[in-house]
Protein backbone atom coordinates (compact mmCIF):
# COMPACT_ATOMS: atom_id res chain seq x y z
CA UNK A 1 0.00 0.00 0.00
CA UNK A 2 1.33 3.58 -0.73
CA UNK A 3 1.14 5.79 1.89
CA UNK A 4 2.52 9.07 2.23
CA UNK A 5 3.02 10.97 5.85
CA UNK A 6 3.41 14.66 5.74
CA UNK A 7 4.84 16.23 8.92
CA UNK A 8 6.52 19.13 10.86
CA UNK A 9 3.88 21.68 10.80
CA UNK A 10 3.31 23.76 13.66
CA UNK A 11 3.08 27.45 14.66
CA UNK A 12 5.88 29.63 14.33
CA UNK A 13 6.67 33.96 14.36
CA UNK A 14 7.18 35.42 10.66
CA UNK A 15 10.67 35.24 10.07
CA UNK A 16 10.83 31.74 11.77
CA UNK A 17 12.13 28.34 9.70
CA UNK A 18 9.73 25.14 9.78
CA UNK A 19 11.42 22.28 7.65
CA UNK A 20 8.54 19.94 6.57
CA UNK A 21 9.02 16.02 6.26
CA UNK A 22 7.32 13.63 3.88
CA UNK A 23 7.87 9.68 4.69
CA UNK A 24 6.62 7.63 1.84
CA UNK A 25 5.91 4.24 2.65
CA UNK A 26 5.42 1.88 -0.90
CA UNK A 27 7.39 4.08 -3.11
CA UNK A 28 10.45 5.42 -3.14
CA UNK A 29 10.87 8.92 -3.98
CA UNK A 30 14.38 8.47 -5.76
CA UNK A 31 11.88 7.25 -8.49
CA UNK A 32 9.06 10.06 -8.09
CA UNK A 33 8.82 13.40 -9.11
CA UNK A 34 7.85 15.19 -6.07
CA UNK A 35 5.93 18.02 -5.32
CA UNK A 36 4.56 20.31 -2.20
CA UNK A 37 1.18 22.23 -2.20
CA UNK A 38 -0.46 24.28 0.02
CA UNK A 39 -4.02 25.27 0.89
CA UNK A 40 -5.31 28.01 2.90
CA UNK A 41 -9.24 28.31 3.88
CA UNK A 42 -11.15 29.75 0.94
CA UNK A 43 -8.53 29.47 -1.34
CA UNK A 44 -7.53 27.30 -4.35
CA UNK A 45 -4.64 24.73 -3.64
CA UNK A 46 -1.31 26.09 -5.05
CA UNK A 47 2.05 24.32 -6.06
CA UNK A 48 4.96 25.51 -3.90
CA UNK A 49 7.59 23.65 -4.92
CA UNK A 50 8.89 20.49 -7.42
CA UNK A 51 11.68 18.51 -8.13
CA UNK A 52 12.13 16.30 -11.30
CA UNK A 53 13.67 12.86 -10.46
CA UNK A 54 15.34 12.43 -13.24
CA UNK A 55 17.94 15.24 -12.95
CA UNK A 56 16.53 16.81 -9.83
CA UNK A 57 16.13 19.93 -11.09
CA UNK A 58 13.45 21.85 -9.19
CA UNK A 59 10.75 24.46 -9.98
CA UNK A 60 9.37 27.09 -7.11
CA UNK A 61 5.88 29.25 -7.03
CA UNK A 62 7.24 32.97 -7.51
CA UNK A 63 6.31 33.97 -3.86
CA UNK A 64 8.43 31.13 -2.03
CA UNK A 65 11.98 31.59 -4.72
CA UNK A 66 14.57 32.21 -2.22
CA UNK A 67 12.55 30.96 0.80
CA UNK A 68 11.68 27.62 0.07
CA UNK A 69 14.13 24.73 -0.47
CA UNK A 70 12.46 21.02 -2.11
CA UNK A 71 14.98 17.95 -1.17
CA UNK A 72 14.82 14.43 -1.25
CA UNK A 73 16.90 12.19 0.94
CA UNK A 74 17.21 9.23 -0.62
CA UNK A 75 18.69 7.02 2.00
CA UNK A 76 15.98 7.79 4.39
CA UNK A 77 13.19 7.82 1.50
CA UNK A 78 12.03 11.72 2.95
CA UNK A 79 10.51 14.19 0.81
CA UNK A 80 11.71 17.72 2.60
CA UNK A 81 10.07 21.68 2.34
CA UNK A 82 12.70 23.82 3.82
CA UNK A 83 10.80 27.02 5.02
CA UNK A 84 12.81 30.04 5.93
CA UNK A 85 11.86 34.03 6.49
CA UNK A 86 7.81 32.43 6.64
CA UNK A 87 5.48 35.22 6.63
CA UNK A 88 1.97 35.27 7.68
CA UNK A 89 0.84 34.62 4.01
CA UNK A 90 2.32 31.04 4.05
CA UNK A 91 0.03 30.25 6.87
CA UNK A 92 -1.79 26.77 5.16
CA UNK A 93 -2.10 23.26 5.13
CA UNK A 94 0.71 21.94 3.27
CA UNK A 95 0.28 18.63 1.34
CA UNK A 96 2.94 16.43 -0.58
CA UNK A 97 2.90 14.48 -3.28
CA UNK A 98 4.27 12.23 -5.88
CA UNK A 99 3.66 11.26 -9.39
CA UNK A 100 5.81 8.69 -11.95
CA UNK A 101 5.95 10.58 -15.15
CA UNK A 102 3.93 14.15 -15.07
CA UNK A 103 5.73 16.40 -16.99
CA UNK A 104 7.58 19.67 -15.46
CA UNK A 105 5.37 22.27 -17.27
CA UNK A 106 2.55 20.90 -15.73
CA UNK A 107 3.89 20.70 -12.16
CA UNK A 108 1.29 23.21 -10.46
CA UNK A 109 -1.62 21.32 -11.96
CA UNK A 110 -2.41 19.16 -8.52
CA UNK A 111 -4.80 16.82 -9.99
CA UNK A 112 -2.59 15.43 -12.01
CA UNK A 113 -0.43 13.73 -9.09
CA UNK A 114 -0.88 10.15 -8.13
CA UNK A 115 0.30 10.17 -4.25
CA UNK A 116 -0.98 12.71 -1.61
CA UNK A 117 0.37 13.13 1.44
CA UNK A 118 -2.66 14.24 4.38
CA UNK A 119 -1.47 17.67 5.24
CA UNK A 120 0.06 19.18 8.07
CA UNK A 121 -0.76 22.56 8.85
CA UNK A 122 1.61 25.85 9.17
CA UNK A 123 0.58 28.79 10.35
CA UNK A 124 2.56 32.30 11.08
CA UNK A 125 1.78 34.79 13.00
CA UNK A 126 2.80 38.44 13.03
Known amino acids: EVQLQASGGGLVQAGGSLRLSCAALGLTFDDYNVGWFRQAPGKEREGVAFLRHSDHSTYYADSVKGRFTISTDNAKNTLYLQMNSLKPEDTAVYYC???????????????????WGQGTQVTVSS
Open 97 to 115: AADRDLAHELWTIWTLYDE
